[in-house]
């Protein structure tokens, strides 16, 4: 669903921008919609009225503090005056949560992890609760099992390790006349399918194509995901823009 909306959008810039300046890019624009739309769904002078009224009952109930009884009520006046500043702050936080959520979701699926480049080795695990048989992989002829096939589990996993041109595959797990199946793509560009598949109602516990994390900042001493970028630049942005455009 989420590749389906925002792919004729972002999925052209995936491949051909740095991931971290598609992040920053995503931030901005994100921040400079929920801003907006912030704006034109409150009550602007209200919003600064009641943020100036609570600025001026913090002040107050710092010269109350040898007077408990007057600072409780200055206290209760002040929790009244936030609890009202928060919900006319709801209506535009609910429009955005959705479109929010949907961006959040694309990001994860396209930034989250590094591809499987061709040619290169790579990992796939089977997890288990409470079986050590045998497990049998099998994979289509283009691609290059470097373990053997047929594994005992230990200690409740099994990996293999596999490489292959690039392209779209099946990898098919066999255990006990149990088979699953689970997609795997080998490409330069940013693609993949989801690292790891949950399996329900089996003593098998997940599938996994063993992707790395894709860090989209590494500074060495630092190293950041999508979501952490994103969350310190739309911070940044999003204080910005209301300091500009005078947002209460």
């Known amino acids: ?37 912030y704006k034109l769904l409150t009550d602007q002078d209200l919003m600064k009225r009641l943020k100036s009224e609570m600025k001026e009952m913090q002040k107050e109930m710092k010269t109350l503090k040898d007077h408990p009884e007057k600072m409780m009520q200055v206290q209760k006046k002040a929790m009244e005056t936030n609890m009202k500043y928060m919900a006319k702050s709801m209506k535009p936080t609910l429009i955005t949560f959705i479109p929010l959520i949907i961006i959040f979701g694309w990001m994860h699926a396209n930034l989250g992890y590094l591809p499987i480049v061709p040619d290169q080795d790579f990992m796939t695990t089977i997890e288990f609760e409470g079986y050590d048989g045998l497990v ?48 795997l793509i080998i490409s330069e560009q940013l693609e993949y399918v989801e690292p790891e598949l949950k399996i329900k109602n089996s003593r098998l516990k997940s599938l996994n194509i063993n992707n ?27 204080m910005s823009l209301r300091k500009w455009l005078k947002i209460a």
């Not at 909306?5 to 740095?18: A, K, V």
């Not at 992040?23 to 624009?29: D, E, M, R, S, Y």
């Open 136 to 183: 049998t992989l099998s994979a289509p002829d283009a691609l290059n099992i470097l373990s053997n096939s047929s594994q005992k589990v230990i200690n409740n996993e099994v990996t293999w390790a596999l490489s292959g041109p690039a392209g779209e595959y099946v990898l098919e797990y066999n255990f006990q006349g149990e088979i699953h199946t689970r997609n």
């Open 1 to 37: 669903m989420f590749d389906n909306l925002l792919d004729p959008i972002l999925g052209p810039l995936l491949n051909s921008m740095h991931p971290l300046a598609l992040t920053i890019l995503v931030a901005f624009a994100v921040s400079i919609i929920t801003i907006i739309a």
């Open 212 to 238: 790395e994390k894709l860090k989209v900042l590494d500074l060495g001493f630092m190293k950041l995901g999508w979501l952490g970028v994103y969350i310190i630049c739309s911070l940044i942005f999003s």
